[in-house]
């Protein structure tokens, strides 16, 4: 091997190492911090509601409220920004002509730019009046559904998972539909015109080479987009609104926090170390279910391109 090449593969090689230290001793850190807090907790941190962190000589702090509303929201955003983002990467890739294409992809990327501020300050001052109407149409048509039930912040239905689930999917599309696009634009020339020269429509190509060659790739995008969603803070805490004494009763109509939202609305409570490793408990959580989201989306890649 060439002494370039063994400098390069040595470069490389410790760049990679480095990232898989960092995300440990990040886990580490996170895992000894939390540990004094976790032994003075005086409820189930996994299976309890009760939040109160206020007095350091009484924690009682449990995360399943937390880890129900940032599932939710997280899964709502899926719900919306996976078919539009399909749609989206399928027009660029086999309908759009080059000329139209590559604006247009522009201006989907260009939303990644816009800062998750904006995002809130959008979603709860224009988009929730607006989805009001439908998430009253929603609890009148289906509310006998659990989901669909009239929520915590009944009746103004501001502040809600369902608007917040929402935002979060306008905010996905950049990376979803990027990735697939990459993904789709990649398939077989050969597999297309071959389905073409049998007589395929279009829709046929797309439905029996496009979507079975991406399939892997689209997934693994949208895993990779759960994974922003799981983790987003400042636009989730300007929109959801948290009703007092009030918990999460299985409405996407329901208020709340997240994680993220919890930790960065409760920074005054830093100052002290115990009360601090409660939010450093409920972080920890949150990097392993982000790692584990992201660490699956690999997988499913991977096992794609082994395919």
Do not use: C
């Not at 129900?68 to 990467?89: D, E, K, R």
């Not at 993904?183 to 020269?197: K, M, N, S």
């Amino acid at each position: 091997m060439r002494p370039g090449d063994r400098i390069f593969q040595n470069l490389t090689t410790g760049a990679g190492a480095l990232v898989v230290v960092i995300i440990g001793l990040i886990g580490l850190f996170l895992l000894v911090q939390a540990i004094p807090s976790l032994k003075a907790d005086e409820v189930g941190f996994l299976t309890s509601r009760e939040w109160s962190t206020g007095d350091p000589a009484h924690l009682r702090f449990g995360i399943l409220d937390l880890l129900l509303v940032t599932v939710f929201s997280s899964v709502v955003a899926l719900v919306f920004a996976m078919p539009i983002s399909l749609g989206i990467a399928l027009f660029l890739t086999q309908y759009a002509p080059k000329k139209l294409a590559r604006p247009f992809a522009y201006v989907i990327d260009l939303l990644a730019a816009v800062p998750s501020i904006i995002f809130g300050l959008w979603g709860i001052l224009v988009l929730a009046p607006e989805l009001a109407p439908v998430s009253q149409w929603l609890n009148q048509a289906l509310g006998w559904i659990p989901i669909f039930d009239k929520g915590n912040v009944y009746p103004n239905f501001a502040g809600t998972i369902f608007t917040a689930g929402v935002v979060l999917a306008v905010m996905l599309l950049p990376i979803i539909t990027s990735l697939s696009r990459e993904v789709f634009d990649r398939t077989p020339p050969a597999q297309i015109e071959g389905a073409l020269a049998l007589g395929a429509t279009r829709w046929e190509v797309i439905r029996t080479t496009v979507l079975p060659f991406g399939k892997g790739g689209y997934i693994g995008a949208s895993m990779l987009g759960l994974g922003r969603a799981l983790g987003e803070t400042i636009a989730v805490t300007v929109i959801l609104f948290i009703p007092r004494g009030a918990h999460f009763d299985w409405s996407i109509f329901d208020g709340g926090a997240t994680f993220a939202s919890q930790i960065a609305t409760n920074a005054s409570e830093f100052n002290n170390p115990t009360s601090a490793g409660a939010y450093i408990a409920s972080g920890l959580v949150l990097f392993v279910l982000t790692f584990a989201v992201n660490f699956g989306a690999r997988a499913i890649i991977g096992d794609r391109k082994g395919n």
